[in-house]
Structure formats: structure tokens, C-alpha cells
């Protein structure tokens, strides 16, 4: 469970979040859907603890992470909107680096590793450079190496970018198959058509939280494409 | 509760395999004191007469006075090229991997520190040997107690390093670093010339000279190279060290850390 609540956060005088809160479920895999500016990196950042804010509260798998920071840090499986493997080494490396970021050394580390390498289908591969994979693998050794310390929560920040049609939707369907397994997925995006119908859904937009529930309920039929539209005054702006 | 030491292993491994994978640095970074000791040295041992003076006990040659001052330069530039390594890490993202480890930030930076000292003290050895081959030796005893000198230099230098990180918004502006930190701290330093040299031309330079923290990196290296201790150097890297620590977490706290612009 990731629960936030009235979080605030300005760069200066630009309020880039405004007393958003929110919840994400166990077993959900919830889409924070806003276009490009509406605060969705600031609110990664703040939940990652990148940076922290005064203002408002976040819990991790019931661990405060402003007192807890720690706790709530291990119980959270994250993938960054920036490619984060050391492409120098291999991919075996890689993983093993984060285990041991996560305190995992020794066979402990070694058994799960391979799992993940199973899981992604290259085992064999695992000793090649992470430079010989292409983006679609690449984004997919990082969320298999998100999961190596089996967190409770799962914060995926666009990780889609800069993929093809195919390797973008064999990463959405996974992270949902995962959300079904029991995970707490909170998704970011601003691409309508990675959010499916049964999904929970946030909207925010100019660092305000405008809408949340359940997708299906929240369009009432309407695709979700115009929906978000409709709700963000994109094509107005576009337009002007 | 996280076990620290395999993050601490992983981190300083991380480092090293990054070092031995950028083999032009490796390069650079060996062939720039050699060219220093080899061509600076020879051309200027006839312009510079040197008195005896502490450590020494006898008259040496140029080449022998400026090796301490170029392992403190392999120290300077290794701090700096950490640095700039951290600004790169931030640029790309792995430094989000490393500060969402589920360990305080002091000791994730701590270990980035331990790495980057760790890979410039092995330099400074391979420096030393092949100092040693062009025949410019030392008290067998001094390789093995200039260890230390060369950790707690490295680690202040490392510490101004990450300092100065935590305060350059992006890549682009580090050549001015580079003009602004490394160019004066090594120049205005002992490390060329004793400071009592530079006393003769300008009192102020002197001074300049006395209270910069790599002159007295310097002289610990120089002191400890022949078993000896200067405690004055000891105190001033000990509490510029310090000083530069406290300045990196400031700088990297994440309730008020630059990080928050740049992402």
C-alpha cells in the first residue's frame, strides 16, 4: 500500500504540487496519467525521497518515509524514467550491484539474480555487456532488477519512453500481470492507451490531482484518450 | 536492518571496474605526473637551488622534492574526475539508483568517497614505481607509511570533490572548475617549489600558499614518504577534510539538496 497524503511542493515560487493525496492498493495497478508538466516527476522524486518536502505525508508499506526512511525505501521497487544500468558492465553485474545496495551478497543474491535472469529469458546473456541489449531488454533487466529485493511497492516513472509499440506493451502487460500477483503498482505516463479499463486512475495535472477511481467508472464509456483530453485542455493549448 | 558492507563492497568495486574501464583516464592519469617529473623537473633543476630542509636531510634533486607534490596532484585530479563522475551520475540517473538504497546518504557517499581514494592511492603507487625505475627512490619504510597520508589526503580531496558536485548544475560548467580549483590549489601549493621560495617574491602568495589545504596534503605525503610526521599537515588536511564532508552532505541533503533542480 502507498498512500499519499496533502503532499506540496514548490520550486521557488512555482508550485509544482498542490495538496495532492492518494492511495495505491495492493493487487492494483494504479495510472497516474498527466501530460508533460503536470508534476509527475516532482511527485517520483518526493516519493523516492530524492528530495523531501515540509509540507504533507507519504507511507510505504505502512513506513512513514519521512521517519522511516529506510523501511520505506526497502519495502519499494523503482524503475526511473532514466536509463540506470552501467552499460560498461555486464548484466549479471548490474543486478549484483543493486542486490548489494539492498544489502544482498552471497548466494542469497546469486539465486535470486538468476531468477530474475529466468523471468526476462537471458540467463545465457548474463555476461554480456548491458550495451548489447536493446531498449526494450534494457527497460525490462531494469524492472526485473526493481523486483530483486521483493518490494511491496512498485513506482514505474514512464518507464515506456523511447520504446517501440511491441516493447511497450509486452512492459505494460507484464507490470499488470504483477500488479494481479499482488504487487502495489503506481504507474506514470501521459500514453492513454497503456491504462486499461479495470485500472485505478489519477489525474493530475497542473500539480493538482483532478480526478481518481477506477478508470471505467471515471470515462463512463467515453475512450480514455478523449477523456484525458477533454480533462487537460490539451488540444486547446495545442490548438493556440 | 540493510547489511552496509556488501553495499559498501559493491559500490567501491563499482568504481574500480568503471577506472579500469575508461583507459584513456588510466593513461592520462599516469603519463601526466611522469611528464611533470620527466620534463618539468629536468628543465627546472637547474633554475631552482634547494636549501635543506625538513624532511630532508641532505640535498636532493628536483625530481626528488616534487614526487610527494605530484602524488598529491594524482590525488587532486582523482578528486576532481570523481566529481565530475558524480555530475555525470546525476545526469544519466544512476545516481538516483545509488541514493534510493534503503542506507543513510552519508554512508553511500562515504563509500563513493572510499572508491574514488581507493583508485587514486593505487595510482599514486604505480607513479612511485615508475619513479622508482628512473631512479628517483625513497626509504624503503616510506612506501609503506605514506599509506595513510595518501588515504586521508585522498579522502579530503575526494571530499572537496563531492563538495564541489553537489553545487555544479550540469556537466558543461566543470571546465571552470577545472580553471578555478584544480589549477590554483596545485600552483599555489608546495608542491612545486618550498614555501619559503615563494616568501622571497611575494608575501601574500606565501601566504595564500600556507593556508591551502593541498600544501599541507603535500607535506603530509612528503613528511610520511620518509617517515616522518608533520603534525601541523596532519591537523589541517584532518580539518579541511572535515570541512569538505560537511559541505558534500549539506549539499547532497536531500531537504535542501541541488538535486531537486536537475533532477
Known amino acids: 500500500m502507498l498512500t499519499v497524503s496533502d503532499l506540496s511542493f514548490s520550486y521557488g515560487a512555482k508550485q509544482a504540487l498542490d495538496g495532492v493525496s492518494f492511495t495505491a492498493r495492493p493487487g492494483r495497478f494504479t495510472a497516474l496519467l498527466g501530460p508533460n508538466g503536470a508534476g509527475k516527476s516532482t511527485l517520483y522524486a518526493l516519493l523516492t525521497r530524492l528530495f523531501t518536502t515540509p509540507t504533507g505525508q507519504i507511507t510505504v508499506a505502512g513506513h512513514d518515509l519521512a521517519q522511516a526512511p529506510r523501511q520505506a525505501l526497502a519495502a519499494m521497487g523503482v524503475v526511473f524514467q532514466q536509463p540506470t544500468l552501467d552499460l560498461d558492465l555486464t548484466i549479471r553485474q548490474n543486478l549484483s550491484y543493486f542486490a548489494a545496495l539492498h544489502g544482498l551478497s552471497g548466494r542469497d543474491a546469486a539465486v535470486r539474480i538468476d531468477a530474475a535472469l529466468d523471468r526476462l529469458a537471458i540467463r545465457d546473456r548474463a555476461g554480456e555487456k548491458a550495451r548489447a541489449l536493446n531498449g526494450g531488454h534494457r527497460r525490462r533487466t531494469e524492472l526485473a532488477r526493481a523486483l530483486i529485493h521483493r518490494p511491496k511497492v512498485l513506482l514505474c516513472d514512464e518507464p515506456t519512453v523511447g520504446l517501440d509499440a511491441q516493447a511497450r506493451a509486452a512492459i505494460t502487460d507484464h507490470v499488470h500481470d504483477l500488479a494481479e500477483d499482488g504487487l502495489t503498482v503506481l504507474w506514470a505516463t501521459h500514453l492513454t492507451?497503456?491504462?486499461?479499463?479495470?485500472?485505478?486512475?489519477?489525474?493530475?495535472?497542473?500539480?493538482?490531482?483532478?480526478a481518481e477511481g477506477r478508470t471505467e467508472e471515471l470515462t463512463g464509456g467515453q475512450p480514455l484518450k478523449d477523456w484525458f483530453l477533454s480533462r487537460t485542455d490539451v488540444q486547446v493549448e495545442a490548438g493556440t | 536492518m540493510i547489511r552496509r558492507f556488501p553495499a559498501f563492497r559493491a559500490i567501491v568495486t563499482r568504481e574500480v571496474l568503471r577506472f579500469v574501464h575508461q583507459r584513456e583516464r588510466f593513461l592520462a592519469a599516469l603519463v601526466r605526473p611522469l611528464v611533470w617529473l620527466l620534463v618539468f623537473a629536468a628543465g627546472f633543476r637547474a633554475a631552482l637551488g634547494l636549501s635543506i630542509i625538513p624532511p630532508y636531510e641532505t640535498y636532493i634533486?628536483?625530481?626528488?622534492?616534487?614526487?610527494?607534490?605530484?602524488?598529491?596532484?594524482?590525488?587532486?585530479?582523482?578528486?576532481?574526475?570523481?566529481?565530475?563522475?558524480?555530475?555525470?551520475?546525476?545526469?544519466?540517473?544512476?545516481m538516483r539508483l545509488l541514493l534510493t538504497a534503503p542506507l543513510p546518504r552519508w554512508f553511500l557517499l562515504f563509500s563513493k568517497l572510499c572508491g574514488?581514494?581507493?583508485?587514486?592511492?593505487?595510482?599514486?603507487?604505480?607513479?612511485?614505481?615508475?619513479?622508482?625505475?628512473?631512479?628517483?627512490?625513497?626509504?624503503?619504510?616510506?612506501?609503506?607509511?605514506?599509506?595513510?597520508?595518501?588515504?586521508?589526503?585522498?579522502?579530503?580531496?575526494?571530499?572537496?570533490?563531492?563538495?564541489?558536485?553537489?553545487?555544479?548544475k550540469q556537466l558543461e560548467n566543470f571546465a571552470g572548475v577545472m580553471n578555478f580549483v584544480i589549477f590554483p590549489m596545485f600552483f599555489l601549493s608546495s608542491a612545486l617549489y618550498p614555501l619559503w621560495k615563494m616568501k622571497e617574491s611575494s608575501e601574500l602568495l606565501y601566504w595564500i600558499c600556507a593556508v591551502n589545504p593541498f600544501t599541507h596534503a603535500v607535506e603530509l605525503?612528503?613528511?610520511?614518504?620518509?617517515?616522518?610526521?608533520?603534525?601541523?599537515?596532519?591537523?589541517?588536511?584532518?580539518?579541511a577534510g572535515g570541512l569538505f564532508t560537511a559541505l558534500a552532505l549539506w549539499g547532497y541533503d536531500p531537504a535542501r539538496g541541488m538535486i531537486r533542480k536537475r533532477g
Do not use: K
Not at chain 2, 225 to 239: D, E, G, R
Open chain 2, 61 to 94: 634533486t628536483y625530481e626528488t622534492y616534487i614526487t610527494p607534490g605530484l602524488c598529491g596532484m594524482i590525488l587532486l585530479f582523482n578528486g576532481m574526475q570523481t566529481s565530475l563522475s558524480l555530475v555525470y551520475d546525476r545526469e544519466m540517473g544512476s
Open chain 2, 221 to 239: 605525503i612528503r613528511f610520511a614518504l620518509y617517515v616522518n610526521l608533520s603534525p601541523i599537515a596532519l591537523l589541517w588536511t584532518l580539518v
Open chain 2, 116 to 168: 574514488a581514494t581507493f583508485i587514486g592511492i593505487l595510482q599514486c603507487y604505480a607513479f612511485l614505481v615508475i619513479a622508482g625505475l628512473f631512479g628517483i627512490d625513497h626509504p624503503p619504510l616510506g612506501y609503506l607509511t605514506i599509506l595513510p597520508a595518501l588515504i586521508l589526503a585522498g579522502l579530503m580531496l575526494g571530499a572537496l570533490g563531492l563538495a564541489i558536485s553537489s553545487f555544479i
Open chain 1, 193 to 210: 492507451d497503456e491504462v486499461r479499463p479495470g485500472d485505478d486512475l489519477l489525474l493530475l495535472h497542473h500539480g493538482r490531482l483532478r
